[in-house]
């Protein structure tokens, strides 16, 4: 495997519920009408991001969207299936009917019970099911056919074994064992004396902004739900069970992943987690909000999605093809499917770990994907391991998106949150793979993290258990957000980007120390040992082997042109030099195999007769001995198999799963006599017995146990290691042994007290028949309906993959056919432009180069030889604009950089120009348009890129009047510590930074609207007037606040007037502002230009109109959105006036005409790039806990809880303090009374 093989016995545990609230995987692309949507989603699990998806852009719009879905599990399969394919009966006129239908697939999916009728129509829905499964061919041919389908045979047969259980009658006493591992699961140590003793804040999360609220009601829907076995609130279903006695217990959930008729559903998992019930907590009353309401809400989404489906499959817009699996190797054998791996297929031969099923794909599956999601995998295998896997399979277009979910607390500071995970600097590893995380490079998100904020608060940790930090981290190519870059149509990739061999060498050193650092490095080992005990995080986990970094530096030649002999062999040289890891010499043999099969390096040892080589522990021996070292064709790399006598394997089997932990294997090869453990993390391991005659083509085929660690059989670890090891000293003295990982961990510590210093669960040596060398590795027989087609290049051995290195060519120069220099650019074929990417000495980014070189005899070579001054300016955040008298030149970077630090050096035929690169912290990049719109396709189909879209009208309302406690912890939690060190400082207004006057403002929208206005408290205000100086610039007319389903937070719906000289003379202006109460946003320069940038935004994540023909974007002759930053001129074009304004409020209709609506959200600060501001949070942690006193400062407005001073003489308003107080007095003076 790819990942280091771990024993985790408590794996069997079936997530058959969703613990996170349901994602729109669409929620940041903007589908095309007729064109296909190809979806990957590694990790699936439950039907709930699949149909809220769909339901989410349900439009009927032409497109058909093709899902790819993978998870470790088949029973996740076996349910959704059954799930989805009983809404295919649908029928949208049959009203009662299809409610009836939709109630029992709400009861049969969720309830722990089910009634006697329920598991009839199971029983009758699963026949059909198994009779359609009997093969691949069999299922084409089925109803079922046109929207399922199957990445192989091995994962329909997995998928059926469950159907197969859902339709067996199970005995008494099964289920009355079922009954007592429900009612043992409830009690356990979560209730004492019959109340709950322990408190889950899990649930808040699908509260949404109503989070803190949400607490009580969450808990109490938890228990409910185990008490009963049905979804909190569904009372009559409650009621139903009871007559029947308890009712049945249900087949969907009863099963283990190992056992159908094994109960092993962990506690904390709920139904109700998977939904969004913010709406329901909307209510301003203090009381907890009850279950039916909760279950109704639930159920409504649930119904509502299901139709979405319906009419999805009878438009024949949706497609599902699903793999049972192992997600990283299933992302290496879709890149084997494209013909472009990163990794030989050996080194992801099998399908999952502990199990013995090749990884054989049908040559149709889909391998490049607009949409990526990871789910939280990288919690279980860690992000350097996921990225190099998927990237490769992600579209190079601008609107392609990659999805990471981490539910797990990474770094102590969350700040420090991507280094830590990446194990590197963030740009720098952003530039070798290809895409950066976007909060890296854009300073605002709409994304809530307010629940995470208080997660602590609410439940704080258990001691020596991870604690909880939910962050969903979207990925793209950095460039892509830049659209002067891309004005000249869709985008290519960047070409390759130079980097000096040796600073590239040690970055992926420091990579390397960093990835091993917590389980190797011996001077940190009592630190990390002590944070494991109190307060654990998700790093501390083994998540890498030896071969995780080889596929880092596969990946990064991809992106990178340097001389790789060069850099690899410094980088080995530095490695093997280190005695930083304790276990760094033991892992060289493993990084020497892994970079020589990759053809990223040679070792001579690896490519020449393994025998009479001189090795650096003797001669290797000759051909005098039996088996396949004595054979006339042994290879200089083989695969060996040591079996494991099954009663060696009681040191895990015989203890309670909770005291096994997780302890990682590995397969070492030592020789007391001469050498100490050679290292093996990347290997693969089932149980079963080895057939001892190879198969017809050769392979050495298995007899698998399916009953895995319950069954009886042996331990088979097999991986491929170099001949020459097996081949010096005496036969007798060379051994495997499967070892114990030692790490920084009391997993170590126990295993070391029973096994010894070396933790060696079984060694043998090479004359035991436990010991077993092969030229291929093992693999599982497979039925002759299982092959697959041999025309296809999904054969995994059918791969041509180069293990020679070839010698090093210069790097490619791109010729261009225009002026202007980038992805896009065309010059003139004598003109070309490369880039080198220069590495500090702590491995960050110095600068991008960008060479430019002119053809000799054009006008821009004689104006440089002439020494004509040349301008250099940064015109958006990527490129850079040179001037030399009426020429110029646009070159474009594949980064964000700051200009305003670039150097020029002239040559006579060519511009070199040095950048530094920029994030969301620094200067420059995006700073420079922090809300970027682009044309995704290149069509004028513009999408907001860093601002998820929303459909207004499908988002709940908020209704009036509102609490306002929730909705200043949304507010305070939105910002960071250094915004309020600022607001707390004595700097003048007009000097703050933008943003913060910006993030600052917004909210006197929402606030005015719910009569919660700082200085006019319990008024009504709908018209904000945007202004800059004595310029009236624009009108923001509220509509109402709703709910962001997707990222947890608030919006405002609205409409924005720009105020041209159109609307001017339309005679309307002055009568709108002397008939309606209105607040003032003056501006300064700063801001009112980050006003421009946000209203395009804010229309184009909203609009459900398409953009016409004599679109201002689209025939624009500088191409730029906003169309100006400028006062008094229109930022947006014309398209969207007009539309939708049946929503604008009454009083406001005379300009209809003009208005455009808009989604105005919170700017929330990122939690993984800035600290943020805990401590302005209220301390309610229960919607029944009183309001605490708000007080308002007159002046600035600012929300405290205490601490603001009363004036003195009428005692009503407060003030932060003396300026403020006297900022306001001429305007309080004039009400002012004793």
């Known amino acids: 495997m790819l990942t280091p093989t771990v024993v985790d016995l408590a ?136 929207v399922f389908h199957f990445s192989s045979e091995s994962t329909l047969m997995e998928i059926r074994s469950f159907w197969n259980s859902y339709s067996e009658l199970r005995t008494t006493d099964q289920d009355q064992q079922v009954r007592q591992s429900i009612a043992s699961l409830h009690v356990g140590d979560w209730h004492i004396n019959g109340r709950i003793a322990r408190v889950t804040s899990h649930g808040m999360r699908s509260a949404g902004a109503h989070s803190l609220e949400s607490v009580d009601s969450m808990n109490q829907a938890l228990h409910e739900f185990w008490k009963t076995g049905v979804v909190a609130g569904n009372f009559d279903d409650v009621a139903m069970l009871r007559r029947e006695n308890g009712g049945c217990v249900n087949p969907l959930i009863s099963g283990s992943p190992t056992c159908p008729t094994e109960f092993a559903v962990p506690y904390g998992v709920e139904p109700l987690i998977g939904y969004h019930l913010a709406e329901a907590f909307s209510s301003t009353q203090s009381v907890p909000t009850s279950m039916d309401v909760l279950a109704k809400l639930a159920k409504s989404q649930f119904f509502d999605w299901c139709r979405s489906f319906t009419l999805c499959v009878e438009s024949k817009s949706v497609s599902i093809m699903c793999h049972t699996g192992e997600a990283i190797n299933f992302a290496h054998a879709l890149q084997d499917l494209r013909g472009s791996p990163t ?26 994907f607009d949409i990526i999601d990871t789910s939280n995998i990288i919690d279980h295998h860690g992000i350097l391991n996921v990225l190099p896997a998927v990237t490769p399979l992600l579209k190079h277009a601008p609107c392609s998106i990659l999805y990471f979910e981490s539910l797990l607390q990474a770094a102590e500071k969350h700040e420090s949150t991507l280094e830590t995970l990446l194990h590197a600097n963030v740009t720098t590893i952003s530039l070798l793979l290809g895409v950066t995380p976007m909060g890296h490079i854009l300073d605002t998100t709409t994304d809530s993290f307010e629940s995470e904020e208080i997660f602590d608060r609410v439940c704080p940790p258990t001691t020596g258990c991870l604690a909880q930090l939910r962050l969903r981290i979207p990925f793209r190519s950095a460039f892509h957000g830049d659209r002067d870059l891309l004005r000249d149509g869709p985008c290519k990739p960047f070409p390759l980007l130079r980097i000096n061999p040796q600073e590239l060498a040690s970055f992926f050193k420091q990579a390397y120390l960093s990835m091993f650092r917590e389980a190797e490095d011996t001077s940190i080992r009592n630190v990390v040992m002590l944070r494991k005990m109190n307060r654990p995080l998700a ?46 010499s033991n892992g060289m043999q493993e990084l020497y195999l892994h970079f020589h099969q990759t053809g990223l390096w040679d070792v001579p040892l690896l490519r020449a007769d393994p025998r009479g080589q001189m090795t650096p522990y003797g001669r290797t021996r000759s051909r005098d001995e039996s088996g396949m070292l004595g054979s006339d064709d042994l290879p200089a790399i083989v695969h060996v198999a040591l079996v494991v006598p099954r009663s060696k394997l009681r040191i895990f089997t015989d203890r309670p799963a909770d005291q096994v932990g997780t302890p990682g294997l590995r397969l070492t090869v030592f020789n007391d006599q001469l050498f100490d453990d050679f290292n093996f993390y990347a290997i693969d391991t089932f149980f079963g017995r080895l057939k001892e005659a190879p198969a017809a083509n050769g392979d050495i085929t298995i007899d698998e146990d399916p009953q895995g660690w319950s069954g009886m059989s042996d331990l088979i670890v097999t991986c491929a290691v170099p001949t020459w090891p097996l081949l010096v000293g005496n036969r007798k003295d060379v051994c495997l042994g499967l070892v114990v990982n030692s790490n920084a961990s009391f997993d170590t510590v126990q295993y070391s007290l029973h096994l010894g210093f070396r933790t060696q669960v079984f060694t043998a040596n090479l004359d035991s028949n436990h010991v077993k060398i092969f030229a291929r590795a093992p693999t599982k027989a497979v039925p002759a309906t299982a092959q697959p087609t041999q025309n296809s290049a999904m054969c995994i051995d059918s791969i041509d993959y180069d293990f020679q290195v070839s010698e090093e060519k210069p790097a490619p120069e791109i010729s261009n056919k225009g002026s202007d220099d980038g992805p896009n650019s065309t010059t003139e074929s004598a003109e070309t432009i490369s880039w080198v990417v220069q590495l500090k000495n702590d491995c960050t980014v110095q600068s991008i180069t960008a060479t430019k070189a002119f053809a000799p005899n054009s006008e821009t070579s004689h104006a440089l030889k002439k020494g004509t001054a040349i301008k250099i300016s940064q015109i958006s955040p990527c490129v850079m604009e040179l001037s030399l008298e009426q020429l110029t030149h646009r070159i474009a970077f594949p980064y964000p950089i700051n200009g305003m630090k670039a150097k020029l050096t002239r040559n006579p035929v060519s511009i070199e120009l040095s950048a530094p690169t920029s994030n969301s912290i620094e200067v420059g990049g995006y700073a420079m348009n922090p809300f970027p719109v682009i044309d995704q396709n290149g069509t004028g189909d513009f999408l907001a890129w860093g601002m998820g879209r929303v459909d207004i009208d499908r988002q709940p309302l908020i209704k009036l009047p509102v609490d306002h406690l929730w909705l200043e912890g949304m507010f305070a939690t939105a910002s960071t510590r250094a915004d309020r060190a600022l607001n707390l400082s004595d700097m003048d207004y007009s000097r703050k930074p933008a943003m913060l006057m910006l993030r600052e403002g917004l909210p006197l929208l929402f606030m005015g609207l719910v009569g919660l206005h700082p200085r006019f408290p319990g008024k009504i205000f709908r018209l904000y007037v945007l202004t800059e100086g004595d310029k009236v610039d624009a009108f923001i007319i509220s509509n109402a606040i709703h709910h962001d389903r997707d990222s947890g937070s608030i919006f405002l719906d609205a409409f924005v007037v720009p105020l041209t000289p159109e609307v001017a003379k339309s005679g309307l202006v002055q009568p709108t502002l002397n008939a309606n109460r209105k607040e003032i946003i003056d501006t300064a320069r700063e801001e009112m230009i980050l006003w421009k940038h946000l209203i395009p935004a804010t229309v184009e994540r909203c609009r459900t109109w398409e953009h016409k023909e004599t679109c201002e974007y689209k025939i624009n002759t500088t191409n730029t959105i906003p169309l100006s930053t400028f006062a008094c001129k229109s930022p947006i074009c014309t398209c969207g006036n007009g539309q939708d304004t049946n929503h604008l409020p009454p009083e406001f209709k005379p300009l209809a005409a003009f208005a455009t609506r808009v989604a105005i959200p919170i700017i929330h600060a990122i939690p993984y790039m800035v600290a943020m501001m805990l401590d302005k949070l209220p301390n309610s942690t229960s919607s029944q806990t009183p309001a605490a006193p708000r007080d308002i400062c007159g002046h600035c407005g600012s929300v405290k809880f205490s601490g603001l001073k009363a004036c003195t003489r009428c005692e009503k308003v407060k003030y932060c303090n003396h300026a403020c107080q006297k900022a306001a007095w001429k305007e309080h003076k004039k009400v002012c009374k004793r």
């Not at 929620?27 to 998806?53: E, K, M, Q, T, W």
């Not at 009983?86 to 722990?112: F, K, M, P, V």
Request: aromatic residues 12%.
């Open 343 to 368: 990794l030989p297929a050996d080194t992801h031969r099998y399908t999952k770990p502990w199990c013995a099923t090749q990884l054989l794909l049908e040559p149709t599956l889909t391998s490049q």
């Open 539 to 584: 790093g501390d986990r083994f998540f890498y082997s030896r071969l995780s970094l080889v596929t880092l530096v596969a990946a990064a030649k991809r992106t990178v042109q340097t001389d790789w002999k060069a850099c690899i062999d410094a980088l080995m040289q530095s490695i093997e030099n280190d005695r930083t890891l304790i276990l760094g």
């Open 11 to 146: 794996k069997g545990h079936f997530y058959p519920f969703g613990n996170t609230p349901a994602i729109n995987f669409l929620r940041d692309y903007r589908p095309s009408n007729s064109d296909n949507v190809d979806i990957l989603a590694l990790g699936c699990g439950d039907a709930r991001n699949l149909l809220f998806s769909l339901w989410s852009e349900n439009k009927g719009n032409g497109c058909k969207f093709n899902f790819t879905v993978c998870d470790l599990n088949p029973a996740v399969f076996a349910r959704n299936i059954f799930l989805l394919s009983a809404i295919q009966t649908l029928s949208l006129d049959a009203g009662d009917a299809d409610y009836d239908l939709l109630s029992r697939l709400w009861r049969i999916y969720y309830h722990l019970f089910i009634t006697q009728d329920d598991l009839t129509f199971v029983k009758q829905h699963v026949s059909h099911l198994r009779a359609a499964s009997a093969s691949l061919e069999a299922w084409l041919q089925s109803p079922f056919g046109s």
